[in-house]
């Protein structure tokens, strides 16, 4: 009876390297068995079956990846990770970026959306990213479309835009205009859960649906809904 081999073993001798070099292959997505890109040097492989490496394959460590999400209504935050696969990658991505297993390891939620509101979400592996926009989310501001019911109360717009409480404290400024009869744009630093939809409610107000389209200066434009792509290298939030 043949016997299988861990893949590290097979890629050195077909590419003669060492086995620590072929798991960096391996690793990086650069060897197909059969066809199929396979990324567990452990994995086990039969003698007939075929093993190569890819054309320009490299030894370079892969660079920490950032995703941008839409996330959907009706979605928990920590449901949506279950959106990021090959089928719900925009067809527009210009990263360059092939898609791996890895890039969905230790991939911290920058700012999560409650299951009611839906719109852009930051999903990254990398650290310089991770300290921006949670380690110092008091400075980035967010950008929400918010669609309301009801009727304002006097001088709503102007306690919105600065004088209402939350959770005992007083709110910071914050930009607020109407962008329609029904539509209301908010810009805010530092939003906590319940924040947007506590300040409508106390100035008569009724959240119907909110939508976040915009993280620092990182807009959801563009992004369908259910669909993501990667951070491209030039662009900064």
Not at 12 to 18: D, P, T
Not at 131 to 149: G, N, P, T, Y
Not at 183 to 200: T, W
Request: with cysteine; hydrophobic share 45%.
């Amino acid at each position: 009876m043949t016997e299988s081999v861990r893949l590290a073993k097979r890629v050195a001798e077909v590419v003669s390297c060492s086995r620590r070099e072929a798991e960096q292959y391996i690793e990086g997505g650069w060897i197909l068995v059969d066809g199929q890109v396979i990324e567990e040097p452990g994995f086990r492989v039969l003698p007939q079956q075929m093993v190569e490496r890819l054309p320009h394959a490299t030894l370079i460590p892969a660079l920490p990846v950032t995703i941008l999400l839409h996330k959907p209504v009706g979605m928990a935050a920590q449901n949506a990770p279950a959106c990021i696969s090959t089928e719900n990658r925009i067809a527009a991505d210009r990263s360059g970026i092939r898609f791996l297993k890895r890039h969905l390891t230790d991939l911290s939620m920058t700012d999560a959306l409650d299951a009611t509101s839906s719109g852009l979400m930051v999903f990254t592996q990398d650290w310089r990213i991770k300290c921006k926009l949670i380690d110092e989310a008091s400075r980035i501001e967010q950008e929400f479309i918010v669609d309301v019911s009801a009727e304002l109360v006097p001088n709503g717009l102007a306690l919105l835009n600065h004088g209402l409480y939350f959770n005992g404290r007083p709110l910071a400024p914050v930009k607020v205009s109407w962008q329609s009869e029904t539509r209301l744009r908010f810009a805010v630093k530092g939003a906590q859960d319940g924040q947007i939809a506590h300040m409508c409610k106390a100035v008569g107000l009724r959240v119907e649906a909110m939508r976040r389209i915009r993280i620092g200066r990182m807009p959801l434009a563009g992004l369908p809904v259910g669909q993501w792509r990667y951070l491209l290298g030039y662009e900064q939030f």
